[in-house]
């Protein structure tokens, strides 16, 4: 086997000296600019992942997001309650009641997989940032925090002109015109 040869390269020894100190020198001779942060608050990027908000309405209590997260950082805790029958003669159905639901950021790495495997849509990014604590142990952040944090969550981008209208709002405007239509004619006989 033949011993590893650097690759020839043409050129003036010591050019790669001379190159980085050009960038040195340039750099030396711009003037730096230091935001003072509390007084001046950074301009973020949208959909810049800070904390993550919790919207407890559309929380099921599949525990997905729990069982997901690699850094088990998700404490979610709730129990069972029985639903009177929809209609009459029908059957009590049961359905999971939210009790708890925490994280703790002081393990949490941020990858995101809790929201990417909400299947309904509870958990979101915040670009909150300013969380810090004195002690580890109140990092860990119950719901009702992480519902303060739904609120600073910004709007989705909006659909391209082209783009088709999704389907859920299309059933969902579908049975309102359907709802409507029965109004009215309820109100004219």
């Known amino acids: 086997m033949a011993p590893f040869l650097p690759p020839n390269r043409p050129g003036i020894p010591g050019s790669g000296l001379a190159k980085g100190l050009a960038v040195t020198l340039r750099t030396m001779t711009k003037k730096t600019v230091t935001e003072q942060y509390p007084e001046h608050q950074p301009e ?38 029985t639903v009177p029958p929809a209609a009459p003669g029908g059957r009590e159905r049961s359905r999971n009641v939210l009790d708890r639901f925490a994280i703790d ?16 849509d509870a958990l979101f990014w915040s670009p909150e940032f300013e969380y810090a604590e004195t002690d580890i142990h109140e990092l860990t ?27 859920e709002l299309a059933a969902a405007r579908k049975s309102a015109e359907k709802l409507a ?9």
């Open 105 to 120: 950021f002081a393990l949490c790495m941020y990858c995101g997989i809790c929201i990417e495997v909400c299947p309904f």
């Open 141 to 167: 952040h119950e719901r009702d925090k992480l519902r303060e944090w739904m609120w600073t969550v910004p709007a989705p981008p909006a659909l391209d002109p082209g783009a088709e209208e999704p389907k």
């Open 44 to 81: 973020l990027p949208p959909r810049t992942r800070g904390v993550i908000g919790l919207f407890e309405e559309n929380c099921t209590v599949c525990m997905l997001c729990a069982r997901e997260c690699p850094d088990w950082c998700i404490y979610i805790d709730s129990h069972k309650e």
């Open 181 to 189: 239509a029965a109004e009215a004619k309820g109100e004219e006989s």
